[in-house]
């Protein structure tokens, strides 16, 4: 799988919207994006995933660059169980299940009351 | 329906004992994963299971560990002999198929090794 780049760590207030950015400049044609994020002490949990179009679902959206080189999850209000470490990850195709995600370290999402 | 069910979620071994982590997954779901979380590092992906069968051990080490996942009962991922490097949490996923995009983790098995 392609390898991706995001900060280490982001700040936020409480109540406001939260970009997070996610550069992937060796991404394939068929990788998927996809996100899932660690709540401190808990085992990841699954965010969203998209190809090529802009992707919306209960817990966020996902905006997708034009030439598939990066993208940015988006909280459209961060809440304090929001703060979590999230990862942005490739995968060749749609399915594979949890079958060999590449974890990266991700970015510590910090949310200010 | 509750969700990954591992077990214990805490597990103290001396060095050279046996660790035996349990995982159930979510119901209706047959296919079973293993990650490990050294401390301050990211998740590794360590092997893949369906009913009774590997279909993927590429992140497993080659000696000590053992994963398997019988016809009737959880998923056990099994330790020999641990080593204090073997400290760390291990995550197990879910998923209904293997064409499924999302998978679901259980809360993890924190080992520690002293």
């Known amino acids: 799988d392609a390898k991706t780049t995001q900060p280490n760590s982001m700040e936020s207030n409480e109540e406001e919207p939260v970009h997070l950015p996610c550069n992937h400049s060796t991404i394939s044609g068929t990788d998927y994006i996809h996100w899932y994020r660690q709540l401190p002490s808990q085992g990841p949990e699954y965010v969203i995933h998209?190809?090529?179009s802009n992707v919306n679902n209960r817990m966020a959206s996902l905006a997708i660059a034009e030439d598939r080189k990066s993208s940015t999850l988006i909280l459209h209000r961060a809440t304090l169980r929001d703060a979590a470490v999230y990862y942005c990850i490739l995968r060749d195709g749609d399915g594979g299940g949890a079958d060999g995600l590449t974890f990266g370290k991700g970015t510590h999402l910090i949310i200010q009351p | 329906n509750a969700g990954v069910m591992q077990n214990p979620r805490h597990l103290v071994r001396r060095r050279g004992q046996e660790a035996r982590l349990r995982c159930s997954p979510m119901k209706g779901h047959s296919h079973v994963y293993w990650y490990r979380q050294l401390p301050e590092e990211g998740l590794k992906f360590m092997v893949y299971?369906?009913?009774?069968?590997?279909?993927?051990e590429s992140g497993m080490p080659k000696e000590r560990f053992s994963a398997e996942f019988p016809k009737e009962g959880p998923s056990i991922l099994r330790i020999q002999q641990v080593v204090r490097g073997d400290s760390a949490a291990y995550f197990c996923?879910?998923?209904?198929?293997?064409?499924?995009?999302?998978?679901?983790f259980g809360q993890g098995t924190r080992l520690t090794v002293v």
């Open positions: 998209g190809l090529t």
């Open positions: 299971l369906q009913k009774e069968n590997i279909i993927d």
């Open positions: 996923a879910s998923s209904p198929s293997r064409g499924s995009t999302e998978a679901f």
